[in-house]
């Protein structure tokens, strides 16, 4: 039984890794691409939606789109791995979040 709960244990560190290195890669992704077309930060992006409304987006396929709508000249992003990482960076932000932006 201890083997089984140690095992869930290092599963569930693991997985919160990945997802933060993940928010961290959209976060600077964010920066680099979208930040100077769109004029303001992720955090502002983030705030235009709920947590579940990224989370439909994204599974739609449609997170893109979205954020196009938000920032017309911005550019179409269509690598899943970019668009998985905005997606944990925009959704930790969202305006249900309750998450402040750290001082950079």
Do not use: R
């Amino acid at each position: 039984m201890k083997k089984i709960i140690c095992a869930i244990f290092f599963g569930t560190c693991l997985l919160s890794t990945s997802l933060y290195a993940s928010t961290v890669k959209g976060k600077v992704f964010y920066a680099q691409y979208l930040k100077p077309v769109c004029g303001f930060n992720g955090d502002v992006m983030g705030k235009k939606y709920t947590a579940n409304e990224w989370k439909t987006f994204y599974d739609n396929n449609q997170l893109s789109l979205a954020i196009k709508a938000l920032c017309p000249n911005s550019p179409l992003i269509t690598t899943e791995k970019d668009l998985t990482n905005l997606y944990h960076f925009l959704s930790s932000f969202a305006s249900d979040s309750g998450n402040v932006p750290s001082c950079n």
